[in-house]
Nanobody, 120 residues
Framework: QVQLVESGGGLVQAGGSLRLSCTASGRTLSSYAMGWFRQAPGKEREFVAAINWSATNIYYVDSVKGRFTISRDNAKNTVSLQMNSLKSEDTAVYYC?????????????WGQGTLVTVSS
Protein backbone atom coordinates (compact mmCIF):
# COMPACT_ATOMS: atom_id res chain seq x y z
CA GLN A 1 0.00 0.00 0.00
CA VAL A 2 1.35 3.39 -1.01
CA GLN A 3 1.74 6.04 1.65
CA LEU A 4 2.70 9.55 0.65
CA VAL A 5 4.26 11.69 3.35
CA GLU A 6 4.65 15.45 3.10
CA SER A 7 6.81 17.51 5.43
CA GLY A 8 8.38 20.91 5.81
CA GLY A 9 5.36 23.09 6.42
CA GLY A 10 5.17 25.70 9.13
CA LEU A 11 4.48 29.29 10.02
CA VAL A 12 6.36 31.92 8.04
CA GLN A 13 6.04 35.65 7.52
CA ALA A 14 5.04 37.03 4.17
CA GLY A 15 8.07 37.24 1.93
CA GLY A 16 9.71 34.27 3.59
CA SER A 17 10.58 30.83 2.28
CA LEU A 18 9.82 27.20 3.02
CA ARG A 19 10.89 23.96 1.43
CA LEU A 20 8.43 21.10 1.35
CA SER A 21 9.41 17.49 0.84
CA CYS A 22 7.45 14.46 -0.26
CA THR A 23 8.45 10.86 0.04
CA ALA A 24 6.61 7.59 -0.32
CA SER A 25 6.62 4.13 1.11
CA GLY A 26 5.46 1.33 -1.12
CA ARG A 27 6.14 3.30 -4.29
CA THR A 28 9.23 4.11 -6.29
CA LEU A 29 8.54 7.70 -7.23
CA SER A 30 11.14 7.75 -10.00
CA SER A 31 8.71 5.91 -12.25
CA TYR A 32 6.04 8.58 -11.98
CA ALA A 33 5.29 12.17 -12.69
CA MET A 34 4.65 13.99 -9.42
CA GLY A 35 2.48 16.89 -8.48
CA TRP A 36 2.04 19.29 -5.61
CA PHE A 37 -1.45 20.47 -4.73
CA ARG A 38 -2.84 22.70 -2.01
CA GLN A 39 -6.12 23.25 -0.24
CA ALA A 40 -6.81 26.54 1.43
CA PRO A 41 -9.44 26.84 4.16
CA GLY A 42 -12.90 26.69 2.68
CA LYS A 43 -11.62 26.07 -0.84
CA GLU A 44 -11.20 23.10 -3.12
CA ARG A 45 -7.84 21.45 -3.58
CA GLU A 46 -5.94 22.99 -6.47
CA PHE A 47 -2.95 22.08 -8.60
CA VAL A 48 0.29 23.91 -7.82
CA ALA A 49 3.15 22.26 -9.72
CA ALA A 50 4.09 19.11 -11.60
CA ILE A 51 7.29 17.44 -12.72
CA ASN A 52 7.72 14.46 -15.00
CA TRP A 53 9.86 11.47 -14.05
CA SER A 54 13.01 12.85 -15.65
CA ALA A 55 12.48 16.47 -14.58
CA THR A 56 12.51 17.59 -18.20
CA ASN A 57 8.96 18.89 -18.11
CA ILE A 58 7.77 21.15 -15.31
CA TYR A 59 4.49 23.00 -14.92
CA TYR A 60 3.19 25.60 -12.46
CA VAL A 61 -0.07 27.28 -11.78
CA ASP A 62 0.24 30.93 -12.80
CA SER A 63 -0.05 32.23 -9.24
CA VAL A 64 3.23 30.59 -8.15
CA LYS A 65 5.35 31.01 -11.28
CA GLY A 66 8.65 32.67 -10.48
CA ARG A 67 8.24 31.99 -6.76
CA PHE A 68 7.97 28.21 -6.41
CA THR A 69 10.34 25.56 -7.76
CA ILE A 70 9.51 21.87 -7.97
CA SER A 71 12.36 19.37 -8.10
CA ARG A 72 13.00 15.71 -7.53
CA ASP A 73 15.76 13.41 -6.38
CA ASN A 74 14.95 9.98 -7.74
CA ALA A 75 17.86 8.39 -5.88
CA LYS A 76 16.33 9.55 -2.60
CA ASN A 77 12.74 8.89 -3.72
CA THR A 78 11.75 12.44 -2.89
CA VAL A 79 10.09 15.39 -4.54
CA SER A 80 10.48 18.92 -3.19
CA LEU A 81 8.76 22.25 -3.51
CA GLN A 82 10.87 25.31 -2.77
CA MET A 83 8.58 28.21 -1.98
CA ASN A 84 9.97 31.74 -1.96
CA SER A 85 8.36 35.15 -1.61
CA LEU A 86 5.45 33.59 0.18
CA LYS A 87 2.16 35.45 0.31
CA SER A 88 -0.78 35.14 2.67
CA GLU A 89 -2.78 33.57 -0.15
CA ASP A 90 -0.30 30.68 -0.19
CA THR A 91 -1.66 29.58 3.18
CA ALA A 92 -2.97 26.05 2.71
CA VAL A 93 -2.39 22.40 3.38
CA TYR A 94 0.03 21.15 0.74
CA TYR A 95 -0.14 17.66 -0.69
CA CYS A 96 1.94 15.66 -3.12
CA UNK A 97 0.79 12.82 -5.30
CA UNK A 98 1.76 10.66 -8.23
CA UNK A 99 0.02 11.91 -11.33
CA UNK A 100 -0.51 11.61 -15.04
CA UNK A 101 0.43 14.99 -16.43
CA UNK A 102 -2.13 15.01 -19.26
CA UNK A 103 -4.89 14.74 -18.65
CA UNK A 104 -3.94 15.68 -15.09
CA UNK A 105 -4.97 12.69 -13.03
CA UNK A 106 -4.10 11.84 -9.45
CA UNK A 107 -3.05 8.21 -9.10
CA UNK A 108 -2.75 7.50 -5.39
CA UNK A 109 -4.60 8.21 -2.17
CA TRP A 110 -3.84 11.53 -0.56
CA GLY A 111 -1.50 11.74 2.37
CA GLN A 112 -2.09 13.96 5.38
CA GLY A 113 -0.41 16.95 3.82
CA THR A 114 1.69 19.61 5.48
CA LEU A 115 0.28 22.92 6.66
CA VAL A 116 1.80 26.16 5.43
CA THR A 117 0.69 29.31 7.18
CA VAL A 118 1.88 32.67 5.88
CA SER A 119 1.33 35.59 8.18
CA SER A 120 1.00 39.08 6.75
Amino acid sequence: QVQLVESGGGLVQAGGSLRLSCTASGRTLSSYAMGWFRQAPGKEREFVAAINWSATNIYYVDSVKGRFTISRDNAKNTVSLQMNSLKSEDTAVYYCNTIKIWPRTVLDAWGQGTLVTVSS
